[in-house]
């Protein structure tokens, strides 16, 4: 081999390696909310906001609530994060939103960074794998 055709291949090698370490994050933190894409968030509809539930698919997610606010990983996406904003009375409330998936890119549950978010649409995991298949 060449030295030209082996830098080629480390170089192809090491973009290999790059995009497997964005398979997707293993745990389910929250990002911090200055690293958003989107750094003013939205304002969601919440009718929709509260159709969201397991066995969705990512498409369905997409057409209801958008795209995620944070740089999601390339391959594989088993997590979507969306910093949304509400009215509540006479203040704004900033919460984070949180869409999880499995292998089939389909919800297996959502949750809020913060417990007083949930007054604006609850989180929802899967009870069981009826639950999840009867959405489809």
Not at 82 to 105: G, T
Not at 124 to 134: C, E, H, L, P
């Amino acid at each position: 081999m060449n030295k030209r055709t082996l830098s080629a291949f480390i170089a192809t090698l090491s973009c290999f390696c790059t995009l497997a370490g964005c398979a997707g994050p293993t745990d389910t933190a929250f990002p911090k909310a200055d690293t958003a894409m989107t750094p003013e968030g939205s304002f969601p509809n919440v009718d929709h906001l509260r159709m969201v539930e397991p066995g969705m698919t990512k498409g369905q997610v997409y057409e209801l609530i958008g795209v995620p606010h944070f740089h999601e990983s390339v391959f594989r996406v088993r997590v979507w994060n969306y910093l949304f904003h509400f009215r509540s009375a006479d203040k704004l409330v900033n919460c984070q939103y949180q869409v999880q998936f499995d292998n089939d890119s389909r919800v297996t549950q959502t949750r809020w960074a913060e417990p007083q978010c949930e007054q604006f649409a609850p989180a929802r995991a899967a009870t069981g794998g009826s639950q999840a298949k009867a959405a489809q």
